[in-house]
């Protein structure tokens, strides 16, 4: 399982990448396996100002549709709409091709309440 050391992790599953006060968010590999083949990833809250940990959109998997939780309060900027057509990115490069959203975040001391790639290891029994 590819959990890389770089990222920030969440309790629910979802990835942090910090360039300097933006974040970039997707679901991790762990998350993707546990999913299934990904069929839909909606995301309607860009241009929105949401709290940590508010749903901002869910992926719909074959067998199932999972809530997307905000690690980080700010502003939805943007979201990948390559995965409109390709939502499969999400299961093929879930820490590239596969991100979900970039917000820029408001309060830089959330980033240290995020997990480490350890703490995340941990969480999910690797």
Known sequence: ????????????HEWVKIEGDVAVVGITDFAQKELGDIVYVEVETVD??????EVFGTVEAVKT???????????IIEFN??????????????????????????NPSEVEELMSDSAYKEL???
């Open 65 to 75: 549709v999972s809530d997307l939780f905000l690690p980080l309060s700010g502003e």
């Open 1 to 12: 399982m590819n959990i890389p050391s770089e990222l920030k992790y969440t309790k629910d």
């Open 81 to 106: 709409e390559a995965l409109e057509d390709d939502p499969e990115k999400v299961n093929t490069d879930p820490y590239g091709e596969g991100w979900m959203v970039k917000i820029k975040f408001s």
């Open 124 to 126: 999910v029994g690797v």
């Open 48 to 53: 929105e100002t949401l709290d940590k940990e």
